[in-house]
Structures are given as C-alpha cells and as structure tokens.
C-alpha cells in the first residue's frame, strides 16, 4: 500500500519568509500528486497536482508554487509568505482518482 | 467549475442511523467519493461509486444517483468514534475537488 511523508508536523514562520514543504511517496509508481490547504474548521482547498514529473497544475493563482523533480516527491514553496498562507498543507497521492492517501499533514503558522 | 454542497453540521445518537448527502455541479464527472477526517488528523478514505448505486463497507454505505448529480454517506449503528468531519469529493480528469465537510456529533 501506499506510504506518503510529509514534513515537518508543525512549522512556525515569520512574514515574508520563505517556504519548503517536502512529501515524498512509497509504495506505488507514477502517482498523480496533491497539494490541498486547510484552513481551520474548513474544507480542503486544491492548490496544485501533478500527472507526472515536471508537470504541474495550479488551481489557485497566489504566492506558492511546487514542483516535481522526482516520480515520487512533490515539494511545495513560497518565496515570501503572507499571513494568510496559514493552514494545515496536506500532500496526497492518488493511482487513478479514485482514491487518495494522504500525508499527516504541516500545520503552518505565518506570524 | 466545480461545487459540491454537503450540510455544515449532522447530529445524531449512539446506535442510531444517519446520512450525509452531497450534491455537486460539475462537468466531466467520473466518480463521487467520501473521506472521513478526525480533529487533528489527514482525511482517509471511505468509500468511491463511479456507478448509479449503493456500495457497502461494513458499516458505511455510499450512493450515487448521476442523473439527480447527488450522493450520500450512510453511517449505520453509529459509535462514539464516529465522531468526526465528513467530506464527499468528486474527481474530474485529474482533479479531485472536496465538499466543505459535515461536522458529525454523536450524542450518548
């Protein structure tokens, strides 16, 4: 079955600083990749996937990006962070859409 | 685009019976699915119909009409531990685009 890693569990972050969100997957080969955010007692945004190495979608025009380098790691990132970049990031994985395995999550604090 | 629309809150007691329904628009639809998520904690998966119909996992059911573009999460003989956020979720190509969640309380 399928293993994704996400780190770090929690992150505290100053204004402006930048951003690295690193998830990695185990146990399946040429995932689709997901980013979601979630903002307390909310529901689960789409902010990026990829279909394959390289290839990134982005739903949410804002200040993050993420990329693909490898099959099997999806890296999220922001240059400078805004405070409303807050939120718990989820990473997920899916073989075909109709299930996703997910990360246990960062929970980010942009002070 | 893409909504689906689930109700923000469900109450329920112990033992008892209840259903989470799920209406979405959306173009190019392949298939509804739920997850169920606890405070703290990442979303896991419940079930997925692709099809018209009821699918069944233990205690969990999920239907799906496509024609009426609707679905719900049946919970029979309902247990504290079900205590928990609910979210449907509809995949289109490659997209899987989630519900803003139905807060489920059990009552003892």
């Known amino acids: 079955s399928q293993t994704i890693h996400q780190w770090p569990a929690t992150l505290v972050q100053p204004v402006g600083s930048p951003l690295s969100l690193e998830c990695t997957v185990e146990g399946t080969s040429n995932p689709n990749l997901y980013w979601y955010r979630q903002a307390a007692g909310r529901g689960l945004q789409l902010l990026f996937y990829s279909v394959g190495i390289g290839q990134i979608s982005s739903e949410v025009p804002q200040n993050l990006s993420a990329s693909r380098p490898q099959d099997r790691q999806f890296i999220l990132s922001s240059k400078k962070l805004l405070l409303s970049d807050s939120g718990f990031y989820l990473c997920a994985a899916s073989r075909g859409g109709e299930k996703l395995f997910f990360g246990s999550g960062t929970q980010l604090s942009v002070l | 685009g893409q909504s689906l629309e689930q109700p923000s809150e469900v109450t329920a007691v112990e033992g008892a019976i209840v259903q989470i329904n799920c209406t979405y628009q959306?173009?190019?639809?392949?298939?509804l699915s739920w997850y169920q998520q606890h405070d703290g904690g990442a979303p896991t998966f419940l079930s997925y119909?692709?099809?018209?119909g009821l699918e069944e996992t233990g205690r969990f059911s999920s239907f799906l009409s496509r024609s009426d573009s609707y679905g719900y999460l049946l919970l029979q003989e309902l247990q504290m531990k079900d205590s928990a956020s609910y979210f449907c979720a509809v995949s289109r190509d490659d997209k899987i685009i989630f519900g803003k969640g139905t807060r489920l309380h059990i009552l003892p």
């Open positions: 119909n692709a099809l018209d």
């Open positions: 959306t173009s190019g639809f392949y298939g």
